[in-house]
């Protein structure tokens, strides 16, 4: 067997109680690492076409890669995936943390979880014993309480704990699953799923070690990045340096950040919620993933005269995307609101994309005389109603009122309101777009067309790391045998698909292994250490054809479930000139848009009209044997 595996993928069944371990071929593990790429597979192996996924005959997987268990510093993370009860199409989404390495050294691959429990169980997996245990004391608690009760419980404060909070027990279709605490699969509903088989959490602890082939060589990269993270990630450890929240004024600035349900040129009040002002009023501390130097992660206090009105460090501080959701996005310029919001999902378990898409596609439905205070309980949805945002947000998780209309997500409110609010629905494959703006980045665009989990800014491409010579360009030139210089972000052409496809299948292969994407690693680099760890050479094409083939995989999931090339598109809204502010003019054409879907299509050898994976396709990427079942 390679290394970075045990050869063993640990299946448990609620319904029945029965646990038992597939010991897969080592090719499987050489052709897809784990993550996104083996959950596609499992889905189109083990589960049945059409399946309801919140039914017991969903899946849930939990798929670490290669790299957790290894200490390789961005080897923090964990990929749970499903089908989506959001979308209808492949659920595959990522937290960071401890968990996955923990789960790694148990001495197991990955965790599948079918069927339903009677009543509410979590898993305790210790150094290969797996057992499943009543959680009937643990239902309806919040996340922080409820991992400290499991570590009492298990007399362990080691104990890694992965888990749903009440919005995946009422199986709110964005809800996340929750690595300690404040680190969240938050895309596509994974809670739900988690939710909908009574499983509260998946309690880990683990001794076994993970093998590896080259320490040595794999050390050799870890040193690289102890000698350069600090000046390649300056956004994070430079005494300036915020995080994640460190780009958000600056997008304000540049026409890049969505406002009003992105259909605001700009959030004039962008100051009030920038990364200096929040560190000022509430930094505490900063938090760090498994074998990370570089402590990205914001933990917020505030001692208020109440818990209401206070923040409880204990669950961190709001990343970019959370300060978009709720705050500009819902036009709330209160720092305090975006953080106890923050604090609100995490210990809830939601997603805080869907949760504030949801929230501004509401205000904007009420700012239109669509909905009414009849409709809402007597909310006033309106821009900027903070107060309105964190009632909103208890309502979701619990399923009350209105909340359990928001808690359907966008696409099915735009069903339900009518034909008028289809200009406000701003979701790709039924998920509610992150805080990226397409009319600044056009390719950014394109890759929420394309993903298979709908919507997505991590799985694509930031056209603005680009249109320069940088990082970026000396990355994607690796992969190139005539080198591309400095692209536009606001084109759609044969330079930019290049990097594109290229970036895009980089992306992937990263939440295979699954490594953080914010690291500075390049693709020399990343194959390196998948060299060293499992002793197999893996060059930059062939760490690309991990993301080429997760993509595929989940491609055709997707088409087997009813998804076709119509479904890779974008909101109108999103593609036309705002006529005012830093993007004035800039207008994505439905023609240049086509051309670019089309041309992204063949680059991956699928249909070029009908995005069908051809059986060159397969054949090439060594999947052939693998789905015909003889792998």
């Known amino acids: ?93 990522e937290g960071g ?142 005494p300036t340096g915020k995080g994640t929240m460190d780009g958000f004024t600056s997008l304000a600035y540049s026409g890049g950040l969505p406002t009003q349900n992105f259909g605001k040129a700009v959030f ?46 204990v669950y961190g501080g709001p990343e970019y995307e959370t300060v978009g959701s709720f705050g500009s996005s819902c036009g709330v310029d209160d720092p305090f609101v975006v953080c106890k919001a923050n604090e609100m999902s995490n210990a809830y378990g939601l997603d805080t994309i869907s949760t504030g898409m949801s929230i501004a596609f509401a205000m904007e439905c009420f700012d239109n005389g669509i909905i009414s205070e009849a409709d809402t309980g007597g909310l006033a949805y309106c821009w900027g109603n903070g107060d309105v945002v964190l009632q909103s947000i208890g309502l979701i998780a619990r399923r009350e009122g209105f909340g359990n209309i928001l808690a359907e997500g966008v696409a099915r409110m735009a069903e339900r309101f009518g034909k008028a609010t289809q200009p406000f629905n701003m979701t790709v494959k039924g998920q509610e777009l992150p805080m990226h703006e397409p009319r600044l980045k056009y390719a950014l665009g394109l890759g929420y067309a394309v993903a298979p989990v709908g919507a997505d800014h991590m799985m694509n491409m930031h056209d603005t790391v680009f249109v320069k010579e940088g990082e970026g360009l000396r990355r994607v030139n690796l992969a190139l045998e005539e080198k591309i210089g400095p ?42 250490a998948l060299s060293a760890v499992t002793g197999v050479t893996y060059s930059i094409q062939d760490i690309l054809a991990v993301g080429a083939r997760a993509q595929t995989l989940s ?18 809204r999103v593609m036309k000139a705002f006529g005012e502010g830093p993007i004035a003019d800039n207008e994505i054409s439905e023609q ?29 990427l060594g999947l052939d044997m693998l789905l015909q079942g003889k792998l």
């Open 97 to 238: 943390g401890w968990w996955g390495h923990e789960f790694k050294r148990t001495g197991f691959d990955a965790l599948i979880v079918h069927g339903k429990a009677e009543s509410p169980v979590y898993i305790w997996i210790k150094d290969g014993q797996v057992e499943i245990r009543s959680a009937d004391h643990l239902w309806g608690k919040e996340t922080a309480p409820v991992q400290s009760l499991i570590r009492a419980e298990l007399g362990d404060e080691r104990v890694r704990v992965a888990q749903i909070g009440p919005a995946g027990e009422t199986l709110v279709r964005y809800a996340a699953v929750m690595n300690d605490v404040t680190r969240a699969a938050g895309r596509n509903g994974m809670g739900a799923v988690m939710g909908s088989k009574n499983l509260k959490a998946v309690a880990v602890r683990g001794t076994t070690v993970v093998p590896i082939s080259s320490r040595e060589r794999l050390n050799t990269v870890s040193r690289w990045l102890g000698q350069n993270y600090k000046e390649n990630m300056a956004w994070a450890t430079s």
């Open 487 to 528: 692209v536009s972000a606001s084109v759609l052409d044969e330079n930019k698909m290049k990097i594109f496809y290229n970036e895009v299948n980089w992306r992937h292969f990263q939440d295979c292994a699954v490594n953080c994407h914010f690291y500075p690693y390049d693709y020399s680099q990343m194959a390196e």
């Open 268 to 313: 004039e009040q962008a100051e009030m919620l920038s990364a200096e002002r929040q560190y000022e009023l509430f930094f505490k501390d900063r938090d760090t993933c498994m074998a990370c130097p570089v402590a990205c992660k914001q933990v917020f206090e505030l001692h208020g005269p109440d818990p209401e009105h206070s923040l409880d460090p």
């Open 592 to 620: 240049d848009f086509a051309w670019a879907k089309n041309r992204f299509y063949e680059m991956m050898e699928w249909d070029a009209e009908t995005g069908e994976p051809t059986e060159a396709c397969i054949q090439s």
């Open 1 to 93: 067997m390679i290394g970075g595996v045990h050869g063993k993928i640990l299946h448990v069944n609620l319904t029945t109680g029965a646990i038992e371990v597939e010991q897969p071929p080592e090719e499987l593990y050489r052709l897809l690492v784990g993550g996104r790429a083996l959950v596609a597979y499992l889905l189109l192996r083990d589960l049945p076409p059409e399946t309801d996924a919140l039914s017991p005959e969903n899946l849930l997987i939990f798929a670490p890669g290669i790299m957790q268990g290894t200490s390789f510093p961005g080897a923090g993370r964990n990929g749970v995936g499903g089908k989506s009860p959001l979308t209808g199409a492949i659920g595959s989404s």
């Open 555 to 572: 491609r055709l999931f997707n088409l087997r479930e009813g998804f076709t090339a119509d479904d890779d598109r974008i909101p109108t």
